[in-house]
């Protein structure tokens, strides 16, 4: 099983800062298989990114994502009101299929 | 456009079963695998298993096999889950997640709303 541990739990920064939430796997994630999700307080999870650095449909380009092997990235460039929020890094390239265990982007 | 509706809350109690359903539209139905992954209160995300509603074929997460069971009804174009033997470690809001892609490796998009189920004596 391919363990994702995410950092830092928790980023407190400011509107217009650039957030950077990183994503490490226990093994190489084959071939970029490798999804972010934003989820909001009584929400379910959506898809921001996925194949490591594409973005979904509707995604604004202030977020995107880098990495490969075991080292990936999350970077919301200039934080708006709405991306207050926390962040799922997810594995899809193997079953069991995983995820991080989130990271809190909040107001500071 | 895509879209996948769940059924309402449930409150169980222990050693009950629950069974949580998911209706897909928008696109064909044998097309995308599904997933189930559910979320208990404040934690993250857990992946339970996926289902082929082409066939029904099945793949559990290690910690819910024998006690949870996925099927699909191509005649209404929705899926299920089955979790047996409830205790309170098993209150959660579960979710269905369709396969964004073709295959089974790709990434979940989109998410149904959730269905909480609360397990209580």
């Known amino acids: 099983e391919i363990v994702l541990t995410q950092s830092p739990g928790t980023l407190s920064l400011s509107p217009g800062e650039r957030a950077t939430l990183s994503c490490r796997a226990s093994?190489?994630?084959?071939?970029?298989?490798l999804a972010w999700y934003q989820q909001k307080p009584g929400q379910a999870p959506r898809l921001l990114i996925h194949?490591?650095?594409s973005r979904a449909t509707d995604i604004p380009d202030r977020f995107s994502g880098s990495g490969s092997g075991t080292d990936f990235t999350l970077t919301i460039s200039r934080l708006e009101p709405e991306d207050f929020a926390v962040y799922y890094c997810q594995q899809y390239g193997s079953s069991p299929w995983t995820f991080g265990q989130g990271t809190k982007v909040e107001i500071k | 456009q895509v879209q996948l509706v769940q059924s309402g809350a449930e409150v169980k109690k222990p050693g009950a079963s629950v069974k949580v359903s998911c209706e897909a539209s928008?696109?064909?139905?044998?097309?995308?695998?599904m997933h189930w992954v559910r979320q208990a209160p404040g934690q993250g995300l857990e992946w339970m298993g996926i289902i082929n509603p082409s066939g029904g074929r099945t793949n559990y997460a290690q910690k819910f096999q024998g006690r949870v069971t996925m099927t699909s009804d191509t005649s209404t174009n929705t899926v299920y889950m089955e979790l047996s033997s409830l205790t309170s470690e098993d209150t959660a809001v579960y979710y269905c997640?369709?396969?964004?892609?073709?295959?089974?490796?790709?990434?979940?998009?989109?998410w149904g709303q959730g269905t909480l189920v609360t397990v209580s004596s």
């Open positions: 093994q190489s994630v084959g071939s970029s298989y």
């Open positions: 928008g696109y064909t139905f044998t097309s995308s695998y």
């Open positions: 997640a369709r396969v964004g892609s073709s295959g089974k490796y790709n990434w979940f998009d989109p």
């Open positions: 194949s490591t650095s």
